[in-house]
């Protein structure tokens, strides 16, 4: 499509466009939608903390610590994939209520403080694997129906015009949180591994992790929801509405192709850091840490290109760049790390890019749609099918090639290095399926990249300038 507005050939970046006045949701004033945004923010921050404690490097290290060889570690990795199929009874109760804050504030609430549970076999002294796996489904069950209600809810809550920048505002503030909580627990967790008591500390950072979650569930039964259409629908329209929307298929197919080949290596990044480069969990955590400043400020960046350029240029450019990262990882080894914190940096920059444009373009996606929960219902479902089976063949895969060991240009291969190298070249094939999502008013990508180049050099021309001025100004002063 053509651009909507050209100004000497370009556009400028940081001009402000003239925008009508936003239309409010007419239950809501716009008082209260402030209010609800702020509190969404709040409660945020400790759910923020909760997620940080018990998923990524903590969860990972914690299965390796009872026991979880490389096919349990891709099964426990596809375990939130395969519950997404709960998405549809979370859309079907949400209209069946006609509320989705009872269901979200209950959901979560009960969900995230399961892992009381573990603390409760820890203190034991000894956690079965069944039960072990048994509530990790559960809780991934109760995420995905509050997962759903909240999508829903946040859409119809967040004006429009503001996605862009709210939330990646929101996303800025929550990685501040999620980098000191991975910094100060995984000096904890060393602390307590150093000391032969990694079973305590797991204690506390669990534990922790419920508080917080109560925390969280208290703050969002205050956030204000505006009301939805109650319809009565039937089971197979959860399915077949949202499936006859060619746009929303485009993305489906994307999304799908990206998480089943791409998806087999996405669970053993941390599995690589902590067995084969030896890195504590205070390092894994300056990796999180330089990852998310990167992060904090490409948020902001991308979020206002998203709401100028929309979500598709914005999406294509970072998952193009993001697509040669596995790579780096070729090289790292336990005494040469320069390649993780290079690909901390690139992580940050392109993945909150990625993050932040495809939970964007769903949102547009289903913008005034029909059963819009059955949409958030079916992405979430076909995606984690696709999840689900990558994270278990790339379990598999692992185990199998186990004993691989290959050298090559100087370069020393093992089993996790060839997941590396198939999800960078699934992820550039990925790209062909990108190309044919359609997103109303998305300016050309070719176009937007040029528009974010331009921006970039006059921005950086511009603190050059600033810097050679205040040189010129102290040389001045120290002449007279």
Request: proline share 4%; net charge positive.
């Amino acid at each position: 499509m053509q651009p909507l507005f050209i100004l000497q050939g370009t556009i400028r970046m940081d001009e402000k466009k003239v925008q009508p006045a936003p239309i409010l949701n007419r239950s809501l004033t716009s008082g209260r939608i402030g209010a609800g945004l702020r509190i969404s923010i709040f409660e945020g921050f400790f759910a923020q903390i909760h997620i940080n404690l018990t998923a990524g490097m903590f969860l990972t290290g914690f299965a390796l610590s009872i026991g979880l060889n490389n096919f349990g570690i891709g099964l426990l990795a596809a375990i939130p994939s395969f519950t997404t199929a709960f998405g549809f009874f979370s859309a079907f109760l949400t209209n069946f209520l006609g509320k989705r804050k009872p269901l979200c504030v209950i959901t979560s609430g009960i969900g995230r403080d399961l892992f009381f549970v573990f603390v409760g076999f820890l203190l034991a002294g000894t956690l079965p694997l069944p039960i072990f796996f048994a509530i990790i489904i559960l809780y991934n069950i109760l995420l995905t129906v509050a997962g759903n209600a909240w999508l829903s809810w946040m859409s119809d809550l967040v004006p429009k015009e503001k996605r862009g920048s709210y939330f990646g505002l929101r996303s800025t503030i929550l990685s501040l949180v999620g980098m000191a909580v991975n910094f100060g627990a995984g000096k904890l967790l060393d602390y307590y591994q150093s000391i032969q008591r990694a079973d305590t500390g797991f204690i506390l950072l669990f534990g922790s992790a419920c508080l917080a979650s109560t925390l969280a569930a208290i703050i969002l039964s205050f956030q204000p929801e505006p009301p939805m259409k109650k319809e009565k629908i039937e089971i197979k329209e959860l399915l077949s509405v949202p499936l006859k929307d060619k746009d929303f298929r485009a993305l489906l197919c994307f999304v799908s192709f990206w998480y089943l080949l791409a998806g087999m290596a996405s669970p053993f990044y941390l599995v690589f850091m902590i067995e084969n480069l030896k890195m504590p969990y205070s390092k894994i955590a300056v990796y999180s840490i330089i990852a998310g400043i990167m992060g904090l400020v490409f948020q902001i960046l991308w979020g206002k290109a998203i709401d100028k350029l929309k979500s598709k240029p914005v999406l294509t450019i970072n998952f193009f760049c993001a697509a040669f990262l596995p790579l780096i990882w070729l090289f790292p080894r336990p005494h040469f790390l320069l390649p993780i914190w290079i690909d901390a940096i690139f992580t940050g920059i392109f993945w909150s890019g990625i993050n932040l444009s495809l939970f964007n373009i769903l949102l547009s996606l289903t913008e005034d749609k029909r059963l819009k929960e059955a949409y958030f219902a079916v992405f979430s479902t076909i995606s984690g099918i696709f999840g689900f089976l990558a994270s278990t063949c790339g379990g598999y895969l692992a185990t199998v090639l186990k004993g691989f060991h290959y050298e090559i240009f100087g370069l020393h291969l093992v089993n996790f290095h060839l997941l590396f190298i198939f999800a960078s070249l699934s992820r550039l094939l990925s790209l062909l399926f990108l190309e044919k999502v359609v997103e109303k008013e998305a300016y050309p990508t070719m176009f937007a990249l040029h528009l974010i180049g331009d921006y970039a050099v006059r921005r950086l021309n511009l603190g050059a300038e600033l810097i050679l001025n205040t040189l010129r100004f102290q040389k001045t002063e120290n002449d007279r």
